[in-house]
């Protein structure tokens, strides 16, 4: 790789960001189909790219350890400078938009309800009984859209009762967290979306804080750390983040685990033919070969000098986007990085994120990807897909997923 230094200017002003290196596609709204290509093509030049986001010129980091880099410098790239504009109108003030201690205190207060054993212990239970119902519903017809009819229900599902919220409105969820999501291109819904859930589940919670029970609202409820407990809106604020951050994002990594299986039939031969063994290893391959959230955007809010030494200045309010899917197909890590292989045995971490917001869902998504994929392929092992689809991005470039994913299954699929 060549790359020029340039030295600072005399007067200490910040260097130009430079022209753009990728054109005719923003990385803010557009589906981008050559997305990979792209992305790989521009990591020959250099670590990162200058690519217009909504028009203005942002930051594309390309490379594993310039992401993981961008992740771990919370003070030049804080999580709260983005989320505060994008997300707290209609979530509140969620531990994405927190910083420092706030966070800290937060986090502590949270985390104990997603550890490891609590999802070994308290959620496997739940989840493959709900991946059985949803199959229920379309087994007999021989063919199903899997993102409607299975992958975009099954993880609202899965928080709603792991709070102990009445299965009854699970409907009712779906809908409000589908508004929840659209917040950026209709804000209306999404505030509607955002009232209706925190009027239904006020009462629900002063109760569980009167007479806890084992459910995960009753864990938020009673947690201590740091001398004191969760108030009302911390928890409300939490809740309405676990629609976008953990059922939105396991939608789509479902999708994106089922996409790449069944657009890789020998893998999937292999996955059937010794489960037990290499289910996991397919859910890992396929998070990293398509990272459901693929291009997360962020801001610099002050300007930033010679960032990781690469001679690069960032003027104060320059969008950046940590290209989590970049990372995750950098040929320095992973040879032959564009092709799916469940043979790699490798666990690509950064698909959760890293530094102080690393994702707290990540044993519970993994949990969920993993019971549904089991049962899907236990109940329609002859599925292939009907109609060819793709991935792309969703909700801007940010999410990636496949648009639809028809199957047939059956005696003769
Ligand atoms: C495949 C599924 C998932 C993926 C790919 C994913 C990915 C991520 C990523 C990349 C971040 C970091 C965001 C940032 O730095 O701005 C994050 C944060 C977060 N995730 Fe996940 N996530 C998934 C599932 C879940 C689940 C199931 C939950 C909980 C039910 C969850 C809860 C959260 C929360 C609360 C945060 C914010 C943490 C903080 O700001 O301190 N996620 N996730």
């Given at each position: 790789m060549t790359e020029t230094r340039e030295t600072p200017d005399r007067l200490g002003r910040l260097r130009p960001l430079g022209p753009f290196d990728i054109e005719g596609h923003d990385f803010a709204f557009d589906d981008i189909p050559d997305l990979h290509a792209l992305i790989a093509a521009a990591r020959e030049?250099?670590?990162?790219?200058?690519?217009?986001?909504?028009?203005?010129?942002?930051?594309?980091?390309?490379?594993?350890?310039?992401?993981?880099?961008?992740?771990?410098?919370?003070?030049?790239?804080?999580?709260a400078a983005i989320y505060a504009a994008t997300t707290e109108p209609v979530l509140g003030n969620t531990i994405q938009c927190m910083r420092g201690a706030e966070h800290r205190i937060n986090r502590k207060l949270v985390v104990p309800a997603f550890r490891r054993r609590i999802v070994t212990e308290q959620v496997e239970a739940i989840l493959e009984p709900?991946?059985?119902?949803?199959?229920?519903?379309?087994?007999?017809?021989?063919?199903?859209?899997?993102?409607?009819?299975?992958?975009?229900?099954?993880?609202?599902?899965?928080?709603?009762?792991?709070?102990g919220l009445p299965m009854d409105d699970e409907?009712?969820?779906?809908?409000?967290?589908?508004?929840?999501?659209?917040?950026?291109?209709?804000?209306?819904?999404?505030?509607?979306?955002?009232?209706?859930?925190?009027?239904?589940?006020t009462p629900i919670l002063a109760r569980r804080r009167i007479d806890p029970g084992d459910d995960l609202l009753s864990t938020l409820a009673t947690t201590e750390a740091e001398g004191r407990r969760l108030t009302d809106e911390e928890i409300m604020s939490f809740l309405r983040l676990l629609f976008p951050a953990g059922a939105d994002t396991t939608y789509l990594g479902l999708g994106n685990a089922l996409y790449a299986l069944l657009t890789h039939p020998e893998q999937l031969e292999r996955v059937l033919a010794n489960p037990d063994e290499e289910l996991q290893?397919?859910?890992?391959?396929?998070?990293?070969?398509?990272?459901?959230?693929?291009?997360?955007?962020r801001m610099c809010p002050e300007p930033v000098r010679d960032w990781q030494g690469l001679g690069l200045d960032i003027p104060a309010e320059t969008p950046l986007i940590f290209a989590i899917t970049a990372a995750n197909r950098d040929p320095a890590l992973y040879p032959d990085p564009d092709v799916f292989d469940i043979r790699r045995r490798v666990r690509p971490t950064l698909a959760f994120g890293d530094g102080p917001h690393v994702c707290l869902g990540a044993w519970l998504a993994l949990a969920e990807i993993r019971a549904a994929l089991a049962v899907l392929l236990r109940r329609l092992p002859t599925m292939r897909l009907a109609t060819p689809t793709r991935v792309r991005g969703l909700l801007g470039t940010a999410l990636r997923g496949p648009e639809s994913l028809h199957v047939r299954f059956g005696a003769e699929p």
């Open positions: 030049r250099k670590p990162y790219a200058i690519v217009p986001f909504l028009g203005m010129p942002a930051v594309l980091f390309l490379t594993h350890d310039l992401v993981t880099a961008a992740f771990k410098d919370e003070e030049s790239f804080p999580a709900l991946a059985h119902e949803l199959v229920d519903r379309f087994e007999a017809r021989g063919e199903a859209d899997l993102v409607t009819e299975f992958t975009h229900g099954y993880p609202v599902r899965v928080i709603t009762r792991l709070l409907e009712r969820f779906r809908r409000w967290a589908v508004d929840l999501f659209h917040f950026p291109m209709a804000p209306d819904a999404a505030e509607r979306a955002s009232r209706e859930f925190t009027e239904y589940v290893w397919a859910v890992e391959e396929a998070l990293r070969w398509e990272p459901p959230v693929g291009l997360l955007p």
